[in-house]
């Protein structure tokens, strides 16, 4: 016996047409990451650079000062620096939680249409607005709440009202972007846990039917159960984007309104900002800590999630 397992792992393993086959299929995506994902991480020396130009790429790169940690002192010593954090942290806490709960929601409620049709349109009306680019949607706000021929002032002006500047209107901007966001997301989330659903087993639904059990509690006992592992995974990609936040949603949706400072200045918008004023070191640096911060944080969900319950972690 002991012989038969030292022959087997003795045994050099031949490379065979399956894995040629595999190699080729995964180059492309190989070949993508090395130039858009691993290439552009050089450019993290330029956080620590008093990045100007002087030329070329390479050229301005060598020639710029080193300054250190300059630029990373001049972003956590900002005055804006807190309400920055807060935005984007704040936002994305609610992101998190409705990205989870509305379209698990929306999953279960068209998973359970007898009509396949209507599931079908459900699912194409809904999934609609997430291939729609910011710009595409800040027209469409643009063309509803602008002041002299915005569609809600047309409406408020027919039925006697005064007209509102709806773009110097602090208050309705957090919700109203909170809405955005699941609008156009809503879909995408969903069509992820509608296809864990329809990946369920029909038999578990069948005897639960059998043994009397409602559909409040069939979903309950078997649907969510079952989605678990999916649903955390989501969970942990969304906390790993934390320090991210939408940049069109933010930044094209109200306009950049000066008006609205307080309430849509998140880091991205604040590293676009400094990229127009041509500190590029201070707009990579800020860059660099949202990578370094959302890894953090990424591991940290994985690590809670393992000691939790060890099958659903991602690593």
């Known amino acids: 016996m002991s012989n038969e397992k030292t022959g087997r792992r003795g045994k050099k393993r031949i490379w065979g047409k399956d894995d040629t086959e595999l190699s080729l299929l995964a180059l492309p995506t190989t070949i993508w990451y090395l130039l858009f994902c691993f290439l552009p991480m050089f450019g993290i020396i330029i956080a620590f650079k008093n990045y100007k130009v002087y030329g070329g790429f390479l050229t301005s790169f060598i020639k710029s000062e080193w300054v250190g940690f300059n630029n990373f002192k001049f972003l956590f010593s900002s005055k804006d620096i807190w309400l920055i954090l807060r935005n984007t942290l704040g936002y994305n806490v609610i992101f998190i939680i409705l990205g989870i709960v509305a379209p698990v929601a929306a999953a279960i409620a068209v998973g359970q249409l007898h009509s396949k049709k209507l599931a079908k349109a459900y699912q194409t009306a809904m999934f609609m607005p997430y291939f729609l680019s910011w710009v595409v949607v800040s027209a469409l706000v643009w063309a509803f709440l602008s002041y002299d021929k915005g569609l809600i002032n047309g ?13 110097m209107k602090p208050a309705m901007w957090p919700p109203f972007l909170v809405f955005m966001n699941l609008w156009k997301g809503l879909g995408y ?127």
Do not use: H
């Open 155 to 167: 409406m408020l002006e027919s039925w006697g009202m005064d007209r509102q500047q709806w773009y």
């Open 189 to 315: 989330g969903m069509v992820v846990y509608l296809a864990t659903i329809t990946g369920i087993d029909k038999t578990y639904y069948e005897a639960a039917g059998i043994d009397g059990a409602t559909i409040w509690q069939q979903i309950r006992y078997i649907t969510l159960p079952l989605m678990k592992t999916v649903i955390i995974m989501m969970f942990i990609m969304a906390v790993g984007r934390i320090f991210y936040s939408d940049f069109g949603l933010f930044y094209q949706v109200p306009r950049d309104s000066n008006t609205l400072y307080n309430y849509v200045y998140t880091l991205d918008v604040y590293v676009f900002k400094q990229l127009k004023t041509s500190t590029t070191g201070m707009a990579s640096a800020a860059a660099f800590v949202q990578s370094v911060a959302g890894c953090i944080t990424i591991l940290t969900a994985n690590a809670i999630v393992r000691k939790i319950d060890r099958e659903s972690a991602m690593i």
